[in-house]
């Protein structure tokens, strides 16, 4: 298997675990999208130098995980995945901010570095709240949920093809790739050979997309989204956005860590 169709395996296995019967599948797409938008919004709102005043956040993604019944070993995997782009954002901080931090003896940390884990940590219980929202939702549920709350037809309707011929593209490429691997017997690329394949896959992805547009015209689309099931908002819908809403604005107002360890200092 090749790693296109490695990287399209674990993009599938996102839908098959939102196909499922979980507690969390049983809660509004709306209210899920509502309580990540304010983890989301609560995570970054912290200073940059915060990392155990965060900890405490991390409660949500794995309850998530947890009520929807996902998996921690593909999460990881995704995660590292989209782990460089977090070190290429933060990696020059420890060498721009040299001013010592934290003391421990003779070792002096910079707050280059504290910001720096900081950033991982944000990008950690973001990314990782992000892809347990799909996991346990599906993309379409996701997509129209963004839609009821407001969010542009225009994007979601793109958002939704994008995920959806992600597929289509990547199907395209794991073709070439093994038409190039078996002419050339399994000798590696020249570095001047990629042009021309990156080329020839744009023009194949060009076609297939106009082949697929006049299916979908011919098919009576007109840039709505519509599904089978209607969205029907419970009071169990309200109560799991004022309970985690709740929890956010207490870890935000105060600093759990801090004040557990004050406590038990002053127990001892």
């Known amino acids: 298997m090749s790693r296109i169709d490695a990287a399209l395996r674990e993009l599938r296995s996102l839908e098959a675990l939102a196909a499922r019967d979980t507690p969390l599948a049983r809660v509004d797409p709306r209210a899920k999208v509502l309580v990540t938008m304010a ?16 900890l405490p956040l991390a409660l949500f993604p794995m309850a998530l995980a947890a009520l929807g019944d996902v998996p921690a070993a593909p999460l990881a995997r995704k995660l ?8 290429f954002v933060g990696i020059f901080n420890p060498l721009l901010d040299r001013a010592p931090m934290l003391v421990y003896g003779d070792l002096a940390i910079a707050a280059g570095w504290v910001s720096f884990a900081s950033i991982l940590l944000r990008f950690a219980l ?19 949920a ?27 490429a794991s073709r070439m790739t093994v038409a190039r691997e078996l002419r050339s017997c399994g000798r590696g690329m020249a570095l001047a050979a990629y042009g021309p394949l990156l080329g020839h896959l ?21 840039g709505e989204l519509r599904s089978l099931w209607a969205m ?5 819908d309200t109560l799991f956005v004022l309970a985690w809403c709740a929890y956010f604005v207490l870890v935000r107002a105060i ?3 801090l004040a557990a360890g004050r406590l038990l200092l002053g127990a001892a």
């Open 202 to 222: 744009l023009l194949r992805a060009f076609e297939r997309a106009q082949r697929i547009h006049l299916a979908m015209l011919a098919r009576g689309f007109d």
């Open 80 to 87: 590292l995945a989209a782990a460089p782009f977090a070190l």
């Open 39 to 54: 983890f989301i919004v609560t995570v970054v709102s912290f200073d940059r130098y915060s990392i155990a005043a965060l």
């Open 232 to 236: 029907r908002w419970q009071g169990r």
């Open 126 to 144: 973001t990314v990782g709240a992000a892809l347990v929202l799909v996991a346990a939702t599906g993309m379409h549920p996701l997509c129209a």
């Open 146 to 172: 963004l839609g009821r709350l407001g969010v542009p037809q225009v994007f979601t309707v793109q958002l939704l093809f994008l995920f959806r011929y992600a597929f289509v593209l990547g199907a395209e």
């Open 255 to 257: 600093d759990m860590p």
